[in-house]
């Protein structure tokens, strides 16, 4: 799984508008039009899949939960969350 965020070159906390610069620049510079690198249909393609993905609300949101769940952003905080959710969930099963 590629880092949609580090294609367009952004954090996770980027604005929709902040995706839309990012991605304007980063496809005029890969456009196998405009660039002649071997590797500038691959990484315009990984460009536009990137934004598809981040500029939809829905979809970035499947995109950054998926994030979470691989500890791709902050590993403690991830695994903190989870099991935080994990014991409250067994606290609220358990008879007293």
Known sequence: MSDHYAVLGLTADATLA??????????????????????????????????????DEASRQAYDDNRRRNLLDDPLESAQAIWQTYFDTVLEQTPR
Do not use: E, G, M
Request: net charge positive.
């Open 18 to 55: 902040d995706i839309k610069k990012a991605f304007r620049q980063k496809a005029s510079s890969y456009h196998p039009d405009r660039n002649t690198s071997p590797d500038a249909p691959a990484r315009f393609r990984a460009v536009q899949a990137a934004y598809d993905v981040l500029a």
